[in-house]
């Protein structure tokens, strides 16, 4: 993966500059490498690591990233749903355990790129915290870059935050306001998986699930919002791809297999502009089961 345009200019690394008074203002829900290089050690910046699956086994991590575990308890386990959000008193546990403060700056990467890391920035946000950011291309943007990484350790085990989650009714939803959100000519509910299994002719990767999408919703595959390197596209570009399937409806829902890649999605509508945007916590692994929630299925 080659860097673009968030890397950092002209040749190899030098070392990084020391410590800053404060990381400052973050420029928006996206920073690039060079924003996060030149801020690392910084008091009161706090970066996670938010890799899933596979990619938590890389082995490497940026600099004092701290392991915010979407696979481990900050998911509700006791929901039938896989990384389903879990609520206040244990998020708010969770993240004070990870020694984050409420006037902190966050950064949040993971190892695929843009992929776990928007889910972790949109729980944040909806328990209330909002100096939170995504690193656009991630871990392999940082890799390509020639910047410093280190050994993954242990869990974090320095001193404990004081964060206090204050939850944002609305910004995770359940299905029945999916279901309004369907017949409701003012909003649109976007599907982050790939054009296969939202036709229904790629198998679900998780059992029991039934084929196939929602009636009236649309397909935005997560990976098309990024470019070939792996980075977020330009805000123009990011705009006229919901365009395209959202018209002039400025309501979005997003939808993907358990709640993660719908929130890529967030962070593309985020970007262009949307401010009426909410994902749909149980996604696909709870729309997709046997019910009586209506799915088109494969077409003959």
Not at 212 to 233: I, K, S, T, W, Y
Not at 243 to 257: D, W
Not at 263 to 276: F, P, S, T
Request: with cysteine; charged share 20%; proline share 12%.
């Amino acid at each position: 993966m080659t860097p673009s345009r968030n890397a950092i200019p002209e040749g190899p690394p030098g070392p990084l500059p020391g410590p800053l008074p404060a990381p400052g203002p973050l420029p928006g829900p996206l920073v690039g490498i060079d924003w996060l290089a030149g801020r690392l050690g910084t008091p009161g910046l706090v970066l996670f690591d938010a890799s899933v699956g596979a990619h938590r086994a890389a082995g490497h991590r940026i600099p004092g990233a701290r392991p915010f575990d979407l696979d481990g308890a900050l998911s509700d386990h006791t929901a039938p749903a896989p990384h389903t959000m879990p609520g206040a008193p244990e998020f708010t546990e969770t993240v004070r355990a990870l020694g984050l403060h409420d006037a902190d700056t966050v950064v949040v990467y993971d190892g695929a790129g843009i992929y776990s890391s928007a889910r972790a920035w949109w729980m944040l946000r909806a328990m209330g915290f909002d100096r939170a950011a995504v690193l656009d291309g991630g871990l392999p943007a940082w890799t390509a870059a020639g910047l410093p990484v280190e050994a993954t350790g242990p869990a974090y085990e320095g001193p404990r935050g004081s964060f206090t989650a204050r939850p944002r009714p609305g910004l995770l939803v359940d299905s029945a306001t999916v279901a309004r959100a369907l017949a409701d000519p003012a909003a649109a509910v976007l599907d982050a998986r790939t054009r296969e299994r939202f036709a229904g002719t790629a198998p679900e990767p998780r059992p029991g699930l039934r084929g196939g999408h929602m009636p009236g919703a649309v397909n935005l595959p997560f990976a098309e919002l990024q470019d070939r390197g792996g980075l977020m596209r330009p805000a123009g570009e990011l705009r006229a791809a919901f365009r395209a399937l959202a018209g002039e409806r400025e309501r979005l829902y997003f939808s993907c297999g358990s709640g993660v890649t719908a929130c890529v999605l967030a962070l593309g509508a985020e970007l262009a502009g949307y401010r009426e945007i909410a994902v749909y916590d149980g996604s696909w692994s709870e729309w997709g089961l046997p019910s009586e929630l209506p799915v088109v299925p494969k077409s003959p």
